[in-house]
């Protein structure tokens, strides 16, 4: 069973006089992940990082965003970009060498601007279900106008399983909820989207995997495919019957996809 502990590091950020304060779940031995969360919180990683440390020879870091789950957060750190270059930094400061950088949602596009930073000591990234990118005709689903209900109806290829009724929480974990829209808002815009990545993304040299739940509504499977596309020799795997989540709707499936491509 692995065993999971909390770590907060204070990371040195090249160019900024503030360093920022990351807390990391940490499970497992071998290889590194850095597993990169989305809007949802760092929850939506924490099983499948357990799971992937559990069933792999596998070393799983999974950060908590600053500003996300209520943790401080430097006053200039405000853009998915300054995520990434904190991201390096914590993996230069840990010494860790052929990491693979899997991001999900908000998480996908931390990783693309990762791979743009083109680290020596990444060895690869994985996009699963990411946003960042403009695609024509393929927006991404406009988050802040979204129920819960209709967000899960839209996130998962079985909705049912997943449907949280935010009057039945506590008020603690509302507030934290309400603390991290606004973040997402803070770092990803209402649109979730820069219209000038996918252009940037010609740039990348480091292996890149584009995994893709079929189900996903946010993000449709036809924007999948042209993430693949805007990376030189991406692969791309499609996901059958999971949607925008895939670590949380098909554990197994997604870990088999990830640790296939890391190995």
């Not at 934290?176 to 815009?189: C, E, K, T, W």
Request: aromatic fraction near 6%.
């Amino acid at each position: 069973m692995a065993v999971m502990t909390i770590s907060t590091y204070t990371v040195a950020r090249p160019g900024r006089a503030e360093p920022a304060a990351v807390t990391v779940a940490e499970a497992g031995a071998g290889r590194p992940f850095l597993l990169l969360h989305g809007g949802a919180g760092p929850f939506s990683f924490l099983a499948f990082g357990e799971l992937l440390a559990r069933e792999r020879p596998a070393r799983v870091l999974t950060p908590t965003h600053p500003g996300w789950n209520g943790t401080p957060r430097p006053g200039d750190l405000t853009g998915i970009r300054g995520l990434a270059e904190l991201y390096v930094a914590l993996i230069d400061q840990l010494g860790l060498t052929g990491v693979t950088v899997v991001g999900n949602s908000i998480g996908g596009w931390i990783a693309a601007e990762l791979a743009l930073l083109a680290s020596p000591r990444v060895s690869g990234v994985v996009i699963l279900n990411g946003v960042g990118i403009s695609v024509p005709g393929h927006p991404v689903a406009d988050f802040f106008a979204l129920t819960p209900a209709e967000l899960a109806d839209l996130s998962y290829a079985d909705p049912a399983r997943f449907r949280i009724d935010p009057e039945a929480m506590p008020d603690s974990q509302r507030a934290v909820m309400a603390a991290n829209r606004q973040a997402i808002a803070l770092f990803a815009g209402t649109t979730m989207a820069d219209p000038g990545l996918a252009d940037r993304l010609a740039a990348v040299t480091v292996p890149t995997c584009v995994l893709w739940g079929q189900s996903d509504r946010i993000v449709d499977p036809e924007y999948g495919k042209a993430y693949a596309a805007a990376i030189p020799g991406a692969v791309h795997r499609p996901l059958a019957g999971t949607g925008h989540l895939p670590q949380l709707e098909t554990p197994q499936q997604t870990l088999e996809a990830i640790w296939d491509f890391a190995r």
